[in-house]
């Protein structure tokens, strides 16, 4: 038995290859790892019902970190066991801002998607990635204005999420927003987007929460990413590991390095940690 009790993994770019598949070494060294007892958590900046069905069909998964660790889903009970906000006020406030920048932007709420009509009918100029923009025509449902629909709803929502041509301006945006707007947390998946939480949100604050929950230490804890949403992740768990494909920041973060997840790189480090325990992949 591996010491080794929960194993959190990043979706798209990390279990998932570039073309959004579970392939099938991937999905049996899941499942090898579960039948030894582990916990296999999805860990992923989509919302739940966002997440593809090859990984919302998986029997042994029962826990979902999702929206960048603003909810933790129980598939079982159909309910989430912890759920973080943007308050509404500064939700406006931050997408009052991002008007004056040549972006478009979405958000995560109520267990879906949503975005300006206008915006959504122009992510083709914003998103050249097909996977994405099948994404944002798909699980957002087009309302006539963001702003306005979430004040008369009266919606706080979990994530804010943006798109822009300009990738040098959502670097910069990084920092900018950040400063300008302290409380909250600015991380990316994608080289072209940006993603809002707030800061009671982040895969490593959601890990901690169901490690605690389920009676495990966070050096018991493996996760596995490959976007600047998945550092924190990999710094608090136990085993941090990047993927080969992982932007320099994330390999940084990680206390090893897999294959990149077209070469089943989470796959194989999961059998070596099955087959030789935690001391055979550090």
Same mark, same amino acid.
């Given at each position: ?91 406006? @406030?931050?997408?009052?801002?991002? &008007?004056? =920048? ?6 995560? %709420?109520? $267990?879906? +998607? ?105 050096? @018991?804890?493996?996760?596995?990413? &490959?976007? =600047? ?6 710094? %608090?768990? $136990?085993? +941090? ?42």
């Amino acid at each position: 038995m591996p010491d080794c009790k929960l194993i959190a993994l990043d979706l798209d770019g990390t279990l998932l290859n570039s073309a959004k598949e579970l392939t099938p070494r991937s999905r049996a060294a899941l499942e090898a790892a579960a039948g030894a007892g582990i916990h296999i958590v999805p860990a992923t900046g989509r919302f739940y019902r966002g997440m593809p069905e090859c990984i919302r069909s998986l029997p042994f998964v029962r826990y979902v970190i999702s929206i960048n660790g603003a909810e933790i889903y129980d598939t079982k009970e159909e309910k989430a066991l912890y759920s973080a906000v943007i308050p509404l006020p500064e939700a406006l @406030e931050v997408l009052t801002y991002l &008007d004056t =920048l040549p972006v478009i932007y979405d958000c995560y %709420a109520l $267990g879906w +998607g949503y975005m300006t009509a206008r915006m959504q009918e122009a992510a083709e100029e914003y998103i050249s990635y097909p996977p994405s923009l099948s994404m944002v025509r798909e699980l957002r449902d087009p309302v006539p204005e963001l702003k306005a629909y979430l004040r008369e709803k009266d919606i706080s929502p979990q994530k804010l999420q943006l798109f822009t041509r300009d990738i040098p301006l959502r670097d910069k945006l990084l920092g900018d927003l950040a400063e300008r707007f302290p409380h909250l947390v600015f991380t990316a998946s994608l080289p072209n987007n940006l993603e809002i939480n707030s800061r009671e949100a982040g895969k490593d604050r959601a890990l901690e929460v169901l490690a605690a929950q389920l009676g495990i230490s966070m050096e @018991e804890t493996m996760a596995f990413g &490959d976007g =600047l949403n998945d550092v924190d992740m990999l710094r %608090a768990s $136990g085993v +941090g590991v990047a993927m080969g494909n992982a932007h320099p920041a994330v390999k940084q973060a990680a206390d090893l390095i897999a294959e990149d997840c077209d070469c089943d790189g989470a796959a194989k480090i999961i059998e070596t940690l099955l087959r030789e325990g935690r001391g055979g992949i550090l």
